[in-house]
């Protein structure tokens, strides 16, 4: 079974820049979560998906910060503009049907640099 | 605010002695607690899990331990290999939404 799979891996911008993430989640999950992982810190849910649907993006800053995920399938989480404590690794998640005892399956997330 | 506190930030054990992770929580809509194993350049792997009604849970070398009336859990890490060096975060999830809050993560190092 193929993993979640995200794009890029790496990303160094300037601040003040715009970025773009790209998730494909495994395939047949509903759910699609967006986490940031700053560095020695836990994962922090940014948005979650259930479809294409948002149910949940009370953490995700708004005035930079915007997601989307078409058809229910792939989503993209864009930055812009960029902050240097934007600096993370965003990790992409999915799960079946997003709740119960539900295991998140992760990807390998895209470090973002912001200089 | 950070709704589970994870200690210690690190440790280091070597090879076949015994590793434990400890958390601690105040929310009592908490229902589910995962812990996630994460190597570097990757993401978060559920490792095990347990749920308040149950003391403890074991798969394999790994084992939760939980204390419902003192709110707090962990992870106990048996036998350990230098494979298990990894960062591990201990996470809870909320009842209601099911949204997870996780810890800050434990790096563990295992020496030969």
């Known amino acids: 079974e193929a993993g979640v799979a995200q794009s890029p891996r790496y990303k160094i911008i300037e601040k003040r820049q715009s970025v773009a993430f790209w998730c494909n989640p495994i395939s047949g999950h509903a759910t699609l979560y967006w986490y940031q992982q700053i560095l020695g810190q836990g994962p922090k849910l940014l948005i979650q998906f259930q479809n294409n649907g948002v149910v949940d993006d009370s953490q995700l800053p708004k005035d930079r910060f915007s997601a989307e995920r078409l058809k229910g399938v792939d989503s993209t989480l864009k930055i812009q503009p960029a902050k240097l404590e934007d600096s993370a690794v965003y990790l992409c998640?999915?799960?079946?049907?997003?709740?119960?005892?539900?295991?998140?399956?992760f990807g390998s997330g895209t470090q973002l640099s912001v200089l | 605010q950070q709704q589970v506190k994870q200690s210690p930030q690190s440790l280091i054990v070597q090879k076949g002695g015994i590793s434990i992770i400890n958390c601690a929580y105040e929310n009592t809509a908490f229902d589910y607690f995962p812990w996630y194993q994460q190597f570097p350049g990757k993401g978060p792997a559920l490792l095990i899990a347990?749920?308040?009604?149950?003391s403890e849970k074991k798969e394999g070398r790994f084992t939760i331990s939980f204390n419902k009336s003192a709110k707090q859990f962990s992870l106990h890490i048996m036998d350990s290999q230098p494979g298990d060096s990894a960062t591990y975060f201990c996470a809870a999830r909320y009842a209601n939404d099911y949204k997870l809050s996780f810890g800050a993560g434990t790096t563990v190092t295992v020496r030969a």
């Open positions: 998640a999915s799960s079946f049907a997003g709740g119960g005892d539900e295991k998140l399956f």
């Open positions: 347990i749920r308040p009604d149950v």
